[in-house]
């Protein structure tokens, strides 16, 4: 079984449209991060959010953490192909800031 | 520039070969992890070092050992490399107290044949 559950698996949309990908659990999470992976690297972290309820914005990104911090979402705006990546979500259970990571949403903007 | 560096990026061995992935952070953090991503299964924490001297099993341990050599460096060993693991393997660095986030090194590319 899957901790973190993303969706979609995989998003290819058209330049300047809008998207969002969320990340769920039945877990509660002490904090939840974005990460985002191109091809040959490895992650990089893009946000991370530790209150129930935080919204955080990121240039045309908006990161939200659920109320319950058992879920996120990622928010673009007007997508670019620069956007186009895997894009993880991560969460820590408790103090000892272990991550378990979702599946990741591949992400494909085409110009 | 400061961050995380894997050696070897690539590497192919034969079943039953061994060997050493070399991991070193120049970012003075406490905490070290190394994972492996596969196809379908996304990142699984293979074993992690909370601080200098200690280290504990991750979700996907066997047939791997570590060591934490030091504060900047912690290694990752397969001792009889099976197809299996066959993967790519990223090391991670966090900093202290309040610092969330991981840096990650840039991966290495393993295939047991």
């Known amino acids: 079984t899957q901790l973190l559950e993303q969706s979609p698996q995989f998003l290819s949309i058209q330049e300047g449209e809008n998207l969002t990908v969320y990340c769920n659990s039945s877990s509660v999470f002490s904090s939840l991060q974005w990460y985002r992976q191109e091809p040959g690297e490895g992650p990089v972290l893009l946000v991370t959010v530790v209150t129930g309820g935080e919204v955080k914005k990121l240039k045309r990104l908006t990161f939200q953490f659920g109320d319950a911090r058992k879920d996120s979402s990622l928010h673009i705006t007007a997508a670019q192909p620069g956007d186009t990546g895997l894009y993880l979500c991560?969460?820590?259970?408790?103090?000892?800031?272990?991550?378990?990571f979702g599946k990741g949403t591949l992400l494909t903007v085409n110009p | 520039n400061a961050g995380v560096t894997q050696t070897p990026k690539f590497q192919v061995l034969k079943t039953g070969q061994s060997m050493t992935l070399q991991c070193a952070q120049d970012m003075n953090h406490n905490s070290m992890y190394w994972y492996r991503q596969d196809p379908g299964m996304g990142l699984r924490l293979i074993y992690y070092?909370?601080?200098?001297?200690?280290?504990d099993k991750g979700e996907v341990p066997n047939g791997y050992n570590v060591s934490r050599l030091n504060k900047r460096e912690f290694s990752l060993r397969l001792e009889s490399a099976a197809p299996s693991q066959t993967s790519v393997y990223f090391c991670?660095?966090?900093?202290?107290?309040?610092?969330?986030?991981?840096?990650f090194g840039s991966g290495t590319r393993l295939t047991v044949v």
């Open positions: 991560a969460g820590a259970l408790g103090s000892n800031y272990k991550l378990t």
């Open positions: 070092s909370a601080s200098e001297g200690t280290t």
């Open positions: 991670a660095s966090r900093g202290g107290r309040g610092a969330y986030g991981y840096t």
